[in-house]
C-alpha cells in the first residue's frame, strides 16, 4: 500500500491528541503535510526507541504550535502500536523533539 493509500484509506493502528511544538520550542519550521511521517518514540531518554509511523492527516496538514486528535498508522504494524499504547504518551521526533501526544483510543 502506498502512503497516499495509507492516508486516504487505512484505518489507524491508535488515535492520540497530538500537540506540535512551535518552531521556536524545537519544533518544525513548517506544516506537516498529509503523507508525512516521523519516528514515535516512548521515551525522551537515551537510547531512543521508536517505530515509524505516517499521521494520518487525510487532507489536513498539522502546523507547529497547533493541537489535534489524530490517527496514527504504523509502518511496523501492531508491534509498534502495542508499544506506544503501553507507554500511553509518545514524541515526535525529526533531528529532535518536534510534538507529543497522548493515546486515546486504539
Known amino acids: 500500500m502506498s ?3 495509507i492516508q486516504r484509506s487505512a484505518e489507524p493502528h ?9 518552531s521556536d520550542r524545537g519544533g518544525r519550521k513548517q506544516p506537516a503535510l498529509p503523507g ?5 518514540m516512548i ?3 537515551h537510547p531512543l526507541i521508536g517505530w515509524d509511523i505516517l499521521l494520518l492527516l487525510r487532507d489536513r496538514p498539522i502546523a ?5 486528535r489524530i490517527g496514527f498508522y504504523f509502518l511496523s504494524g501492531e508491534v509498534g502500536a502495542a ?3 503501553a507507554a500511553g504518551t509518545f514524541y515526535l ?3 529532535g ?5 497522548r493515546v486515546i483510543a486504539d
Do not use: H, K, N, T
Open 3 to 5: 502512503r497516499d493509500q
Open 14 to 22: 491508535l488515535v492520540a491528541d497530538v500537540v506540535m511544538y512551535e
Open 36 to 40: 508525512w511521517g516521523c519516528p514515535a
Open 43 to 45: 521515551s525522551r531518554d
Open 64 to 68: 507547529p504550535g497547533e493541537s489535534r
Open 83 to 85: 508499544a506506544v499504547r
Open 93 to 95: 521526533w525529526e533531528s
Open 97 to 101: 523533539f518536534i510534538g507529543e501526544a
